[in-house]
C-alpha cells in the first residue's frame, strides 16, 4: 500500500481519500476496489480468465483498465466505456476500460 495522499480536484476542492495499492490484482480481493489497472500484454489465456473471475464480486460503479486484449466480461454485470489507441513506448497499445454496473 502506498502513502494515502490528499488529493484535490482542480487544486480548490478535496476530493474522498484514496488509497493506491500496488500489487498483483490475482491475488488481491477487488470487492471494494475503485478502480483497477492491470497491464495484461503478457497474460496468458488462464491468467486473463483469474482476472474476470476475480472481478465477480466488483462493487457497481468499480472501473477495470486492461491493456491489449478485450476482457470476456458478462455483459449484463459489465459495459465497456472506452476503447483507446494511445502512443505507448515506440508503438501503440490498445486500452479498454469497463465499468460495473
Given at each position: ?11 480548490k ?15 488481491e ?5 475503485g ?36 476482457l ?16 505507448y ?13
Amino acid at each position: 500500500v502506498l502513502p494515502r495522499l490528499p488529493l484535490y480536484a482542480s487544486g480548490k476542492h478535496p476530493v474522498p481519500e484514496v488509497e493506491l495499492k500496488l500489487g498483483d490484482a490475482l491475488d488481491e480481493d477487488l470487492s471494494r476496489a475503485g478502480v483497477v489497472f492491470a497491464a495484461t500484454t503478457c497474460w496468458t489465456e488462464e491468467a486473463l480468465a483469474r482476472l474476470v473471475a476475480s472481478c465477480k464480486n466488483a462493487k457497481s460503479g468499480m472501473r477495470l483498465i486492461n491493456m491489449t486484449r478485450r476482457l470476456d466480461l458478462p455483459k449484463d454485470k459489465w459495459v465497456t466505456v472506452s476503447t483507446l489507441r494511445a502512443q505507448y513506448g515506440r508503438g501503440k497499445m490498445t486500452f479498454f476500460v469497463y465499468k460495473r454496473i
